[in-house]
């Protein structure tokens, strides 16, 4: 008999225990509910905040759009420009072909196809003007890699080093664009060491005569 209460006992409090740890738990939910309840100032500042990011992103997008119409605009012709650039420099080859043709040279015909010639450049070089394409200075002009590209060095003792002294195809920029660079031969000291083994060298010849 004993047992059979002892038994009861223990049932009754195992079903105490489940019962408190269910109520601990529906109380915990409760909080949890109580807490994701969102009140109407909260959902309207969720609202606004939602709003303004939209707003944002629509306005750099259409700043995007703006700045990709406007570039077409000022730069859709870019790289017409830039093909159509081989046209001044085939007129100046033409120029170094003809002028060194034997049976053309000194020639009143070679001087009459010389002037239409620059008449056709300077009336592309006008054109390329009026389309904000202009050619980059160079001589005389510090060597600058944004639009120099130097080719070959040459010793001038009258020029500081890095001075462009000769121009070997214009460079050319539309607006702020560069179209392509000027292909440029810079200034350099003269190599004092050369010029010492050159000397020797002429003086052991002199002494061996």
């Not at 707003?55 to 700045?67: C, H, V």
């Amino acid at each position: 008999m004993q047992e059979k209460n002892n038994n009861k006992n223990n049932d009754e409090k195992v079903s105490n225990t489940s019962n408190t740890k269910e109520e601990n738990l529906a109380e915990t939910n409760e909080k949890e509910d109580e807490k994701k309840e969102v009140t109407p100032e909260e959902l309207i500042k969720e609202l606004e905040d939602k709003l303004t990011r939209t707003f944002a992103e629509m306005e750099n997008q259409r700043r995007r759009y703006e700045k990709e119409k406007d570039d077409a605009f000022e730069y859709g012709g870019f790289n017409f420009a830039r093909e159509t650039l081989n046209l001044l420099d085939n007129l100046d080859r033409s120029k170094i072909t003809l002028e060194n043709d034997d049976k053309l040279k000194n020639s009143d015909t070679l001087k009459i196809i010389f002037e239409h010639l620059d008449i056709i450049k300077k009336d592309m070089v006008s054109i390329f003007k009026k389309n904000n394409i202009e050619q980059i200075d160079t001589i005389n002009k510090k060597l600058d890699p944004n639009f120099h590209q130097a080719m070959m060095e040459v010793e001038d003792v009258t020029k500081e080093p890095g001075t462009i002294v000769q121009e070997i195809q214009t460079g050319f920029m539309m607006k702020d664009r560069l179209l392509r660079p000027a292909l440029v031969a810079v200034s350099k000291k003269p190599d004092n060491r050369e010029k010492k083994d050159e000397i020797d060298k002429n003086e052991g010849k002199k002494d061996k005569n």
